[in-house]
């Protein structure tokens, strides 16, 4: 048709606007996440961690703990003297560098598929997507959920590597590059073991057989092998996989993980009601899981039938379940889902949801239905970014969407204490040990409390409820 190169032409100037424009919508998104505060799990493993405050001290851990490129920013964060603001500026650089390598991995991927010169803008709105996401604070504002988001950036970049020209081109990269991105993922976070995985995912979906992908990944399968033996030998790591894998069966592990991927898809779908602790249970079989098992059924089904026809949304299913369930079927934990499992797990969606939107509307209708969701979606970001303000309102938020939690209020508790809101902390303890009589720390909180002589304002201490 003799338009359709105006259109393209036309569509390819305004990119470039474009670009700046989700720079501006991204930094909109994120500008009152500096004024977060410490929070949960960054007290364990950054402030009050004699690992990450000095070279020696990360030098004497290194080769027997794990993490080590992850604590050495810390570590780098800590010593710099910028506080806070530091740790979350640092947050900060790793999702635009992420963000614009889900930019490259869909021109990637459009390409195998002939359909970038079709929908030249998906790119950019499939990292837009992924840049105001909601459902990726929790691996961005909050400072510990780091883990997630550098290990990502490793490993996308890894990705990026392997399928880009240089590297079909010039195989040393592949062989040698790659692995290395492969080894700096494990060492940031143990869950990037997917990695070759994802490997043979890619080629399979580009047409490949999956022979031809085991001989070109065979350098990153080798770095899985030495890496699976350095991880075997650290006691405390072989130990805690241990306790992980007796934990559950792996019937029940299965059952888990179908009401993990339901929470988990509603939350990227609709996220609204972001959840910092959700109160998901242990299953121990398939009796209570009817609604789950439907949906993973009808995912998986989605995924078969649109893997040669709409082969981008296939591929997206199918990362989906290969980083959101996959290794959680073998090793489970006891925190059955959360959020940042989204970070590396939810570009592909974006992806899907960009090249449906930009292949079979209007162009007008894509453009004004894509700026309308961007502006939300950063809308909702900017106002999750609003409970990390201080561990207080981070907690009152997870009450709000757990209240049948022990846990979250045993938190929130401790935050009143910390606050020095004595009252509302043993409102919040009480409320714990009603909900589990086995909460150990609310109960020890709570009778640090009643351990007070001076009661401001003449108040009465709660007594523990009759067990």
């Known amino acids: 048709m003799p338009w359709l190169p105006v259109v393209r032409g036309f569509l390819l100037r305004i990119a470039r606007p474009a670009q700046l424009g989700v720079f501006a919508l991204f930094g909109l998104a994120y500008a009152n996440s500096f004024n977060g505060a410490f929070q949960f799990d960054d007290f364990n493993v950054i402030v009050d961690?004699?690992?990450?405050?000095?070279?020696?001290?990360?030098?004497?851990?290194?080769?027997?703990?794990?993490?080590?490129?992850?604590?050495?920013?810390?570590?780098?964060?800590?010593?710099?003297?910028?506080?806070?603001?530091?740790?979350?500026?640092?947050?900060?650089?790793?999702?635009?560098?992420?963000?614009?390598?889900?930019?490259?991995l869909t021109q990637e991927f459009l390409k195998t598929k002939n359909l970038l010169q079709r929908?030249?803008?998906?790119?950019l709105l499939s990292a837009a997507l992924f840049a105001v996401h909601p459902v990726n604070t929790e691996a961005v504002t909050y400072i510990s959920g780091r883990s997630s988001a550098l290990m990502a950036l490793f490993y996308l970049f890894g990705l990026l590597v392997y399928v880009s020209?240089?590297?079909?081109?010039?195989?040393?990269?592949?062989?040698?590059?790659?692995?290395?991105?492969?080894?700096?993922?494990?060492?940031?976070k143990e869950s990037a073991v997917t990695f070759p995985l994802a490997l043979i995912l890619w080629d399979i979906s580009s047409g490949e057989n999956w022979k031809t992908s085991l001989r070109k990944g065979c350098t990153s399968w080798?770095?899985?092998?030495?890496?699976?033996?350095?991880?075997?030998?650290?006691?405390?790591?072989?130990?805690?996989?241990e306790r992980s894998t007796h934990f559950n069966s792996l019937t029940g592990n299965l059952a888990t993980q179908t009401h993990a991927l339901?929470?988990?898809?509603?939350?990227?779908?609709?996220?609204?009601?972001?959840?910092?602790?959700?109160?998901?249970?242990?299953?121990?079989?398939?009796?209570?899981?009817r609604l789950e098992l439907g949906f993973v059924f009808v995912l998986a089904w989605v995924m078969v039938v649109t893997w040669r026809r709409r082969p981008w949304m296939g591929f997206a299913l199918a990362w989906a379940f290969l980083h959101l369930s996959l290794l959680y079927v073998f090793v489970p934990r006891l925190d059955i889902a959360n959020d940042r499992q989204w970070y590396l797990a939810a570009w592909p969606l974006g992806m899907a949801l960009a090249v449906d939107l930009l292949l079979y509307r209007s162009q007008r209708m894509a453009v004004g239905v894509s700026i309308?969701?961007?502006?939300?979606?950063?809308?909702?970001?900017?106002?999750?970014?609003?409970?990390?303000?201080?561990?207080?309102?981070?907690?009152e938020q997870t009450v709000q969407v757990s209240p049948g939690k022990s846990r979250v209020h045993g938190n929130l508790g401790y935050a009143y204490q910390l606050a020095g809101q004595t009252v509302q902390a043993r409102l919040e303890y009480l409320q714990a040990l009603r909900l589990d009589p086995d909460n150990v720390k609310a109960r020890l909180n709570l009778r640090r409390l009643n351990a007070e002589r001076a009661k401001p304002n003449g108040e009465t201490t709660p007594q523990l409820p009759s067990q």
């Open 372 to 395: 309308l969701l961007l502006l939300g979606l950063a809308t909702l970001t900017f106002l999750r970014n609003q409970d990390y303000q201080s561990e207080v309102s981070l907690w």
């Open 49 to 104: 961690y004699a690992a990450v405050h000095s070279l020696n001290g990360w030098l004497s851990e290194l080769g027997q703990g794990i993490r080590p490129v992850l604590k050495f920013t810390y570590l780098l964060n800590w010593i710099s003297g910028a506080g806070v603001p530091g740790f979350h500026a640092v947050n900060l650089l790793i999702h635009g560098a992420s963000v614009w390598l889900v930019y490259r």
């Open 165 to 188: 020209r240089p590297a079909r081109s010039g195989p040393w990269r592949a062989r040698i590059l790659v692995p290395l991105c492969f080894l700096m993922a494990l060492a940031t």
């Open 222 to 241: 080798i770095t899985l092998l030495i890496a699976a033996a350095f991880f075997l030998g650290n006691d405390a790591y072989r130990a805690a996989v």
């Open 119 to 123: 929908v030249p803008l998906a790119p």
């Open 262 to 289: 339901l929470y988990l898809f509603m939350q990227w779908t609709l996220p609204f009601w972001l959840n910092m602790d959700p109160d998901l249970q242990v299953q121990r079989d398939f009796s209570d899981s």
